[in-house]
């Protein structure tokens, strides 16, 4: 975490556009997230009515080793499945792949889209 590396990921945003987004379907996964039972798997990453700038830069750092560890698993499922496409089992991969996106890339997505409007809310002061 204290390495050029991670602060280099911290600041990572591949997609910032809100329509694209949208397209990807990002607000009904987000929706689902806040809906479902998937709302207790991280506790620690909510904001009372009230909090303190010190707070908030937690809880981006937080929100960061999410990120980074949901995109790791990513890449590494990632990896596994395209190890699964050499010997030919294509379906094998596809499914991996598809929980791989629903339960990794798609958390990333979400966490980076959180972190923005975090980073909105630190600039503005308004807390």
Do not use: C
């Not at 929706?31 to 707070?55: C, D, G, H, Q, S």
């Not at 999410?66 to 890449?75: D, K, P, Q, V, Y």
């Not at 996106?101 to 807390?127: A, H, I, V, W």
């Amino acid at each position: 975490m204290k390495s050029n590396h991670y602060q280099k990921l911290s600041k990572l945003n591949f997609i910032e556009n809100k329509a694209l987004n949208k397209n990807l379907g990002l607000p009904y996964f987000k929706w689902i997230v806040k809906n479902t039972p998937f709302k207790f798997f991280n506790p620690n990453m909510r904001l009372k009515a009230k909090v303190e700038y010190i707070e908030l830069v937690k809880l981006r750092k937080e929100m960061t080793f999410s990120e980074i560890s949901h995109l790791g698993a990513f890449l590494f499922v990632g990896g596994f499945a395209l190890v699964k496409i050499v010997y030919g089992q294509y379906l094998f991969s596809f499914i991996i792949m598809l929980a791989n996106t629903f339960m990794n890339l798609y958390p990333s997505l979400l966490q980076q889209e959180n972190k923005r409007r975090l980073d909105r809310l630190m600039e503005s002061g308004r807390f």
